[in-house]
T-cell receptor
Framework: DTAVSQTPKYLVTQMGNDKSIKCEQN?????MYWYKQDSKKFLKIMFS???????INETVPNRFSPKSPDKAHLNLHINSLELGDSAVYFC???????????????FGEGSRLTVL | GDSVTQMEGPVTLSEEAFLTINCTYT??????LFWYVQYPGEGLQLLLK?????DKGSNKGFEATYRKETTSFHLEKGSVQVSDSAVYFC??????????????FGKGTRLSVIA
């Protein structure tokens, strides 16, 4: 079983469209994240959720709206897509420090978004 | 804020050569340190970690030692293989009182090993 799974793996769409990426983890972790990796491989945190609550929102445009229906799922919806949104988006999860976590993140395989 | 600086790539080595990828950090308190590896077309995998000063993380022939005095966590391998070709990321997280904080990543170093 895949620990952190994201769908879709590839997404090609036109500017102005709205799209969603889904993420699920079966590790029992309380914290989930979205990272953006640009064309130069730089990884930047976008959002962090702990037990369905938004903890971190790192100056991401409000066209990006994360949603966590339960602690095992964290979806990312993007409105009015722009060329600059083209990137690989990674979902990750971690076990809380209070439950023995070390800060290690477990990553999904990524979702490559191409905006034309 | 916390930050990680790692050597710019790309790094190209011949098979069986010695590898060093430098990583230094700036953080408040005592962070945990990590090396992640990203193979082409894949997600990030944890390679090794160290959670306190002088700890040595090791895995698959790779090693890194947490040096508080030099705020460094350099990655080394004695003899690289073609299969080690990937992008390597140094990262840190500063412990909160509870919950978690996201990893802060360096910019990544691309390693190419040629036969």
């Amino acid at each position: 079983d895949t620990a952190v799974s994201q769908t879709p793996k590839y997404l090609v769409t036109q500017m102005g469209n709205d799209k969603s990426i889904k993420c699920e983890q079966n590790l029992g972790h309380d914290t989930m994240y979205w990272y953006k990796q640009d064309s130069k491989k730089f990884l930047k945190i976008m959002f962090s959720y702990n037990n369905k609550e938004l903890i971190i929102n790192e100056t991401v445009p409000n066209r990006f709206s994360p949603k966590s229906p339960d602690k095992a799922h964290l979806n990312l919806h993007i409105n009015s897509l722009e060329l600059g949104d083209s990137a690989v988006y990674f979902c990750a999860s971690s076990q809380d420090r209070g439950q023995g976590g070390t800060g290690e993140l477990f990553f999904g395989e990524g979702s490559r978004l191409t905006v034309l | 804020g916390d930050s990680v600086t790692q050597m710019e790539g790309p790094v190209t080595l011949s098979e069986e050569a010695f590898l060093t990828i430098n990583c230094t950090y700036t953080a408040t308190g005592y962070p945990s340190l990590f090396w992640y590896v990203q193979y082409p077309g894949e997600g990030l995998q944890l390679l090794l970690k160290a959670t306190k000063a002088d700890d040595k993380g090791s895995n698959k022939g790779f090693e890194a030692t947490y040096r508080k005095e030099t705020t460094s966590f350099h990655l080394e391998k004695g003899s690289v293989q073609v299969s080690d070709s990937a992008v390597y990321f140094c990262a840190l997280t500063s412990p909160p009182h509870s919950g978690n904080t996201p990893l802060v990543f360096g910019k990544g170093t691309r390693l190419s090993v040629i036969a």
